[in-house]
């Protein structure tokens, strides 16, 4: 059973975290890494890692034989476990932890969120020179167990943990948006299911779908409840839908663009199919798998990492099962704009080491971390998802290549539609797209999904969609997510904040006045000296 | 040397004032937990619940559509969460209950929300997985007034059609019988698990089965609503497979019943 404030909470602290650690520069001790010559087992450490997993307990049970297995190479380290449901909430702790210098020593996490930890001083690790340590780094031979090198880290996903330059994170697993289709649905209303959806057939399949009987039910289910259309991230659907039509969203560099005419656009399109009853999302309805298993409703876009929810024969179901209805499932590429160029956004978590006054401490977290990149925890914990691994290392390996094979041999382990949902990201690895990664990114994406929100609820209330409401939702939407307070190089600690206030002006004052007292003191004790000096030369 | 010093000193104490008062801006914030157990003793009965001018009765918010603007006068009962200026609360008048998701307000009216206030509430009735709740709430204010509500015994309406009648309502259960919740690592039963199938830790959303008349029920320890230092989470970390219990909580829906339990004791 999934919870659903946990997530909500998650969505709502990412603002409460951003903007606020520029004020804790200065208070820490300075905590320059150097990576030491040796790695010294005579002495113990224990660290901390905030892992996250997708309420599955076979992700967890991975995360304590990687610890156990690594701890047995490592017997100086003992590693703490402590898990989490949702991004979310480790970021709101990170930030928490921040503040009082406690911060774990690993933590998976986005890179959205590390661009915010990075404005405090000396928090995460840079991994430039970690990663090509010719004794610690990746593939290094000073290693205990069989690290991927640097180049087996898939390029495009490493690149992903790149901020300003410097890599900040490894990236731990990779995950794409998929659709998961009612097939039986689809052909029942008259329809062929083509290879790559278009967002002109989801939505007329979506509307034909909408066709009620006299009595009130749906045509198409005979039940009460049909939503044809559920999407599960509707900041995810913004961001893909600006992608695929080349519209602005953000710069490299922070320059917010989202709110620009074709999101209008896509903004009247998606009220126009909310108003007909085609589409609805996972905050205001509920978790897209559990309608699609109720054969109530025919496309489901959620996370690859979902696919263990969908369909019929899903491992896990979180409606009853008299409930659950008996269909064909396909899992497709999100809809596209130009199917001849499909764009799908690459996601999935993250990795980074957080830095200590012991540099062997932060070595010991490097180690783990770097762990996790194993063949042997990359293909357990891939497995447990449609995941795929970041490794060409592990990718290529005899045992994945087998475990693909396997599609369909059972609902578990080699479940169809999951195993469909990681090859649909590793044949399309190329058509995968991350946005810009800056402070105040986190937030951007959050008012991406908003404006869906706030239009799928507003037609739901009867309430006019145009030119009027769209201009004050971009400014309700901005200043909700503190967009405002982001400037083009995204540095939102350096914000303008306006005139200085009448107390701040009267304290510099007296700063300058006692600088100045000082300063003329000083001189006057120079000359002083010196005409000593003089006189008695 | 000693002015310089002193005036050194000085400089650095004006300078560091700023940084310190920043540094100890936390807004870490901890949910409270305070549900109607707690606070029976400052019970008192409303007499009356007369509906102020253009507010909904019960029966009125229940025939209300969804998506509809509704407004309300009902009571706290239990605080589930507060964070970024919002509330998540359980409330209740004499005739039924009202989940009430997300309300803004501050801090401050967070603490005077204690169970029994009587709130005035204006937003839209919404469905989510089955639960009907009034989100996006556009006002609320306190009125005068004080109502806690005695729990509804419905341990007989389990499994049938009526209990949705009484959802969200603060019920009790009587002499269910705890059931293995699922297996540990070495394939023992376990009376509870930390989220639903186990993949949580201490602190996160506690999942137990009872038995009542040959069928099973999963019930939950809601971890905003009752964390880990609470009474009943820790009951319910001791439970054992065959205990006798008596519980009360309020009747969450999730795709069907889903019941937050707030209070588990020996069955009498």
């Known amino acids: 059973m999934k919870s659903r404030w946990k997530k909500y909470l998650a969505a709502g602290l990412v603002l409460s975290g951003m903007l606020s650690l520029t004020g804790c520069h200065g208070a820490k001790e300075e905590k320059n890494f150097v990576i030491p010559d040796t790695f010294d087992t005579a002495k113990n450490h224990e660290i901390t890692f905030w892992a996250k997993n997708d309420t599955n307990k076979t992700q967890t049970d991975i995360y304590k034989k990687a610890i156990a297995d690594f701890e047995a190479m490592y017997p100086n380290i003992t590693v703490n476990l402590k898990l989490y449901t949702d991004y979310g909430k480790i970021y709101n702790d990170v930030i928490t932890n921040i503040a009082t210098d406690t911060t774990p020593n690993v933590c998976i996490t986005y890179p959205d969120h590390i661009a915010t930890y990075l404005t405090g001083k000396d928090t995460v690790v840079p991994l430039d020179e970690l990663l090509t340590d010719e004794n610690y780094g990746l593939g290094g031979s000073s290693l205990a167990f069989d690290s991927p090198a640097k180049e087996e880290i898939i390029p495009q996903f490493l690149s992903e943990c790149s901020i300003d330059g410097h890599y900040y994170a490894l990236p731990f697993m990779r995950s794409t948006e998929a659709c998961y289709v009612n097939k039986t649905y689809v052909e029942k209303l008259g329809y062929t299911l083509p290879d790559t959806l278009t967002w002109d057939f989801i939505w007329e399949v979506s509307e034909a779908a909408t066709k009620k009987n006299a009595d009130g039910t749906y045509a198409l289910n005979g039940q009460d409840v049909m939503i044809p259309f559920i999407d599960k991230s509707t900041d995810n659907m913004m961001i893909e839908m600006l992608a695929q039509k080349g519209a602005p969203y953000s710069s490299a560099d922070g320059e917010i663009g989202l709110f620009n005419d074709t999101t209008k656009e896509l903004l009247f399109q998606i009220a126009e199919h909310t108003e007909s009853g085609a589409f609805s999302t996972f905050k205001i309805s509920g978790y897209p798998a559990n309608f699609l298993n109720a054969g109530q409703c025919v496309f489901a876009i959620d996370s690859t990492a979902g696919a263990t929810w969908m369909g019929s024969n899903a491992p896990l179901v979180d409606i009853s099962s008299d409930s659950l209805q008996d269909f064909e499932t396909e899992v497709r590429m999100i809809p596209q704009f130009d199917p001849e160029h499909p764009k799908m956004i690459s996601q999935g978590p993250s990795v980074c080491v957080f830095n200590k006054k012991d540099p062997q401490e932060v070595l010991a977290s490097w180690l783990f971390a770097q762990y996790l990149l194993s063949d042997e925890v990359q293909i357990a914990y891939s497995e447990t998802e449609g995941y795929v691994p970041v490794t060409s290392k592990a990718q290529d390996s005899e045992e994945y290549q087998e475990y693909l094979s396997r599609e369909g041999e059972d609902n578990n382990t080699y479940y169809s539609v999951k195993l469909q949902a990681s090859k649909l990201l590793l044949d399309h690895a190329e058509d995968t797209f991350v946005t810009a990664v800056f402070n105040g990114s986190a937030s951007l994406r959050d008012a991406a999904g908003q404006l869906i929100e706030n239009v799928t609820k507003s037609v739901r209330r009867k309430k006019e969609i145009d030119d009027a409401f769209i201009e004050k939702l971009y400014s309700d939407v901005t200043s909700l997510c503190h967009l405002d307070q982001i400037q083009a190089d995204g540095s939102s600690g350096k914000k303008e904040l306006g005139p200085l206030p009448k107390t701040s002006v009267v304290l510099l004052t007296v700063l300058g006045v006692i600088w100045g007292v000082i300063l003329l003191y000083l001189l006057a004790e120079l000359v002083k000296k010196r005409k000593y000096q003089k006189e008695n030369h | ?268």
């Open chain 2, 1 to 268: 040397m000693k002015k310089r010093l002193v005036l050194m000193m000085a400089l650095s104490m004006a300078l560091a004032v700023p940084g310190c008062a920043m540094a100890e801006e936390s807004t870490e914030t901890a949910a409270e937990t305070e549900t109607v157990s707690e606070a029976a003793e400052s019970e008192t009965e409303a007499e009356t619940d007369v509906k102020g001018e253009g507010v909904m009765t019960h029966d009125e918010y229940l025939a209300a559509e969804t998506d509809a603007e509704v407004v309300v006068e009902t009571y706290v009962q239990a605080k589930q969460s507060w964070w970024e200026d919002k509330a998540t609360l359980y409330t209740q008048d004499k005739d039924g209950a009202y989940f009430i998701y997300n309300m803004p307000c501050t801090e401050e009216q967070y603490k005077e929300l204690v169970p029994g206030t009587k709130i005035k509430v204006t937003g839209y009735k919404a469905e989510w997985s089955g639960e009907i709740e009034i989100s996006d709430v556009e006002s609320f204010e306190v009125e005068e007034g004080s109502y806690i509500a005695k729990p509804l015994d419905v341990t007989e309406l389990l499994g049938k059609d009526e209990l949705i009648d009484h959802q969200n309502e603060f019920v009790s259960f009587k002499d269910m019988t705890v059931e293995a919740a699922g297996q540990d690592a070495d394939g023992n039963d376990v009376p509870f698990l930390y989220n639903y199938d186990g993949s949580g830790s201490q602190g996160d959303d506690l999942y137990f089965n009872v038995s009542s008349n040959g069928e099973t029920y999963t019930f939950t320890v809601e971890s905003y609503l009752c964390d880990k230092d609470s009474d009943v989470y820790k009951a319910v970390e001791a439970l054992q497979i065959g205990d006798k219990i008596d519980m009360e909580g309020f009747l969450y829906w999730y795709e069907g019943v889903n019941p937050h339990i707030t209070s588990v004791t020996a069955a009498e």
